[in-house]
């Protein structure tokens, strides 16, 4: 268990954060680069010195600013792993896997002559047969791994994560991700992951927790915050591709829907977009924002003649742009525009191109009301 | 092209031919090793590997902690401090000579105090090693900084979190990482203390067996002794293409550019 807040000052940039993991739960550190993330990892190992705060890692308190308590990083019992991978190139595979080791008695030994848990370190992350390897011969992929059999090795008390996958290509970010999950769920401890990539987020983590200009936005389950984000601000963090300003027009109870209508584009009875979304106590007149995935939008060449989904759009394409593993399609309807992936095949099968006539359909529960945030008015 | 070759062709005869002209003429002296015995000589030569091994001890001691902290701390006085370390290698080592002499001498600044405790430092063995370490000693914190600053900050972070101390931190990683540049900085100030003069002989003089190093010796030979100087001389070229051969060991570490 880790658990703790800090409040930081570095140069003009202050944070104010707090958290809490238990052993065997990854919990997402989740925001634009100068969030503060990297800043709150470094405070829980020791490597920056808050203002303010209280931390615990393992149930033993390292920091406390009211008693004046400070465990130096060496005592910490954290594993910390970064995108450098940081591995000492005087050494051997071994020799990094060893370098904390060095006071620990190493008294049951395997038959290969490393100590057992090594040996199953050396197992779980696939680097037998590398022991004697030297650092900077070994793949990107081994070397994060090797690092973090080191950080491992250790045994530490909480493991921090910054970034640890986002200089590996996207194959071998996914395949190691997945093999750290199942390694971290064995090791049992909490796990600190600071992330900016949604995918990463949504396959890790246990728990999210949206950070910017050095606070917390929104914690809760990844699917909930990185799919649904309640607050615009998240939203907009989070990169939900559609964020449109509208008005409520109409209320329908008995659909547990409302229909709305843009607040930009062209004005008048029947001009403006209007959409089908979930109910809320808002009365008829009242501005909502609305946010819509552009993953939950189906593009169609005509309109559906009999379809359940509430929301079909006419629009006009007027771009494509590549998005891996698809393509982003931009639709101008009535002067707004909307973003909606869909993949290569769909592209060339329907031949879009910029000019053509195409249907946005989407569900009304696909679209979601976002409240906007009176903190983001704030002047910079 | 042509006048590139041309260049260099001049430039490797001007190095080259008093080099090569030594060499000849110290082998065609009637006994190298019967010269080399001599007084003045095993006085000179004894003297110069004593103090220059004290001289790479002090510098070792003090240089090797103020280098890491120029290489570590960010404060204005440092940087100041910084800029200035260099000044002994770009100053005449005769005014280096004077300057320790208007210091330390009998009527320099703290002179009086220094006598007043039964200390004279001028004309004695240890003015020798005070001149050494003056010139020399840049050479080895300039290398030594360099070699730290090559460690990024963030290896001694890791090292932390896996539980060593700063202060093991230093001597597991920090020091074998920033050795290759340590031990060519150790070469470097060690040929440049064996074949110290200028201020040498302004503040330690030239009394052999005490004060005479082996260029002083060499230059108090040519008076008398040919051999012997041409010999003395042998022995530090010799000396010198050994530190050439050290340095090139030791700034091709297999790791290096990997850091």
């Known amino acids: ?380 | 092209m042509p006048a590139g070759i041309a260049a260099t062709a001049v430039y490797v005869v001007f190095v080259g031919l008093p080099v090569l002209a030594l060499l000849v003429r110290a082998a065609q002296q009637e006994s190298f090793a019967g010269s080399l015995t001599s007084d003045l000589a095993q006085q000179a030569l004894r003297l110069s590997l004593f103090t220059s091994l004290i001289s790479l001890l002090v510098m070792v001691l003090l240089g090797t902690p103020f280098a890491y902290l120029l290489a570590r701390s960010h404060s204005r006085i440092l940087r100041v401090m910084d800029s200035l370390v260099e000044l002994p290698i770009v100053l005449p080592p005769v005014v280096a000579g004077i300057a320790m002499l208007m210091a330390f001498g009998r009527h320099g600044l703290v002179g009086p105090a220094l006598t007043g405790l039964g200390i004279t430092l001028p004309f004695t063995t240890t003015a020798v090693i005070f001149a050494q370490v003056f010139v020399a000693a840049p050479f080895y914190i300039r290398a030594a900084k360099l070699g730290f600053q090559s460690v990024a900050r963030d290896y001694e972070d890791v090292s932390q979190t896996l539980g060593v101390s700063p202060w093991r931190t230093f001597w597991k990683l920090t020091l074998p990482l920033a050795a290759p540049s340590i031990i060519g900085g150790l070469a470097l100030a060690w040929a440049r203390a064996i074949s110290e003069f200028g201020a040498t002989i302004m503040f330690a003089g030239n009394l052999t067996g005490r004060t005479q190093t082996m260029p002083l010796a060499i230059l108090s030979a040519m008076e008398s002794d040919l051999g012997a100087a041409l010999s003395l001389s042998v022995l530090l070229l010799i000396g010198s293409l050994t530190v050439l051969l050290v340095l090139g060991m030791f700034t091709r570490r297999q790791w290096l550019g990997r850091l």
């Open chain 1, 1 to 380: 268990m880790t658990r703790g807040w800090v409040r930081c000052q570095l140069g003009e940039f202050s944070l104010e954060t707090e958290w809490e993991a238990a052993p065997g739960q990854v919990l997402i550190l989740f925001g634009p680069s100068g969030a503060g993330k990297t800043t709150t990892l470094r405070a829980i190992a020791g490597l920056v010195r808050p203002l303010q705060g209280h931390i615990e890692v393992g149930g033993q308190v390292v920091y406390d600013s009211q008693s004046r308590s400070w465990v130096p990083p060496h005592r910490r019992r954290v594993g910390y792993l970064t995108q450098q991978v940081n591995l000492f190139p005087h050494l051997s595979v071994i020799g990094n896997l060893r370098y904390g080791l060095a006071k620990r008695g190493l008294a049951s030994r395997s038959a290969t002559g490393y100590p057992l848990p090594m040996e199953r370190l050396l197992q779980n992350l696939q680097l037998e047969g590398l022991e004697e390897r030297r650092v900077w011969e070994l793949s990107g992929g081994q070397q994060q791994r090797v690092a973090l059999a080191r950080a491992l090795a250790t045994d530490p008390q909480v493991l921090l994560l910054d970034e640890p996958f986002s200089s590996l290509d996207a194959e071998l970010r996914r395949a190691l991700r997945d093999e750290v999950r199942s390694i971290l769920s064995r090791a049992n401890i909490p796990v600190i992951l600071v992330t900016h990539d949604r995918d990463e987020a949504l396959a890790m983590g246990d728990v999210i927790q949206v950070i910017d200009r050095g606070r917390t936005l929104s914690r809760g389950e990844p699917l909930q915050v990185l799919g649904q984000p309640g607050q615009a601000r998240v939203a907009r963090l989070v990169g939900v591709e559609n964020i449109l300003a509208m008005r409520v027009a109409s209320r329908h109870p008995q659909d547990g829907t409302m229909v709305c209508v843009s607040r930009e584009g062209p004005t008048g009875p029947e001009a403006g977009l209007h959409l089908e979304v979930p109910l809320s106590d808002l009365a008829e007149g009242q501005p909502v924002t609305v946010g819509i995935r552009a993953s939950d939008i189906i593009l169609a060449g005509e309109k559906l003649v009999s379809s359940s989904a509430r929301n079909q759009i006419r629009g006009k394409v007027v771009g494509v742009e590549l998005r891996p593993p698809g393509y982003e399609v931009t639709l101008d309807c009535a002067g707004i525009q909307f973003h909606c992936h869909i993949t290569g095949t769909s592209l060339s099968e329907m031949k879009v191109a910029a000019g053509l006539d195409l249907w946005a359909v989407f569900k009304a529960s696909s679209c979601f009301l976002v409240k906007e945030d009176p903190v983001l008015i704030v002047q910079q």
